[in-house]
């Protein structure tokens, strides 16, 4: 029996094309018509020497152009816009507009502020120092009431030395990275403010935050960590764990239970 004779690829494709619907070449037939005129057909560019703008155009389109405001202008009459004036020390109360209100927007939560004997001590140092070192306290801005407050800290606290910072901020946010590093771990209270936050990220050591003055929550995330702890006691070895927490919230104007803390 005789073998047919095997079909070459241009057969193939004739044959192909002759048993391919009618509406799958006219498809065929528009996608290669669209694809040569893309090819071939000349291109213009965007811009031409003969667009171009004169320099007087420029400086007159310059002149001419008003800008958008970002926001729609304010209203004159909001209340928001009404300027408040404080007469007086502003203390727990505040005289705003010949008016006494209790005064909740005053960063003086420890309530120092009126107390007539700081004040006399205030006046006194101002007298003598002047209002200010003007200067870090490592170039030439330490004083002698500097370190004779550092030594009566060190001697109230019963620490070989004391630092003080001259602004409460620098204060918490490094002293917080000075001990805890990035392999600790801190437990700290959820409403601690922003300074604090701050240190915290600046120690880079992993934080595990409990609710608000809420010790059993503290002692819930104490105990979950004595478990991983016994799990991998070479890594506890090495890893220091701090409690940071408020004793008077700025946050909130509540206190640490703090007896509960310790015990």
């Not at 007469?87 to 010949?98: E, I, K, M, R």
């Not at 600790?184 to 880079?204: C, N, W, Y």
Request: negative net charge; charged residues 25%.
């Amino acid at each position: 029996m005789a073998s047919e004779a095997p079909m070459s690829i241009y057969d193939a494709v004739i044959g192909t094309v002759l048993n391919a619907p009618t509406y799958h070449l006219a498809v065929e037939c528009i996608l290669i018509i669209g694809i040569l005129y893309l090819i071939f057909s000349k291109s213009y560019p965007i811009s031409s020497a003969k667009d171009a703008l004169t320099l007087e155009e420029e400086e007159e389109l310059i002149r001419d152009w008003q800008p958008e405001p970002l926001i729609p202008p304010p209203n004159p009459d909001a209340e928001v816009l009404r300027e408040r004036i404080i007469t007086g020390t502003p203390g727990p109360f505040a005289v705003v507009d010949g008016k006494r209100c209790l005064n909740l927007a005053s960063f003086n939560f420890l309530g120092l502020v009126g107390n007539q004997e700081i004040e006399e001590a205030a006046t006194k140092s101002v007298r003598k120092y002047g209002v200010g070192s003007c200067g870090p306290r490592g170039f030439y801005g330490t004083f002698d009431v500097h370190l004779n407050l550092e030594s009566e800290l060190a001697r109230f606290l019963g620490t070989q030395e004391a630092i003080l910072y001259s602004y409460a901020f620098s204060t918490i946010a490094s002293a917080i990275p000075a001990y805890s590093k990035r392999s600790d771990i801190v437990f700290a209270d959820e409403g601690v403010h922003f300074a604090i936050q701050k240190g915290l990220q600046a120690s880079r050591s992993k934080v595990k935050y409990f609710r608000h003055n809420d010790m059993d929550h503290l002692e819930s995330l104490l105990k979950k960590q004595k478990d991983e702890d016994v799990k991998n006691p070479k890594k506890a070895q090495v890893t220091r764990q701090f409690i940071v927490v408020e004793g008077l919230y700025v946050n909130y104007g509540d206190i640490c239970p703090f007896p509960k803390l310790v015990l």
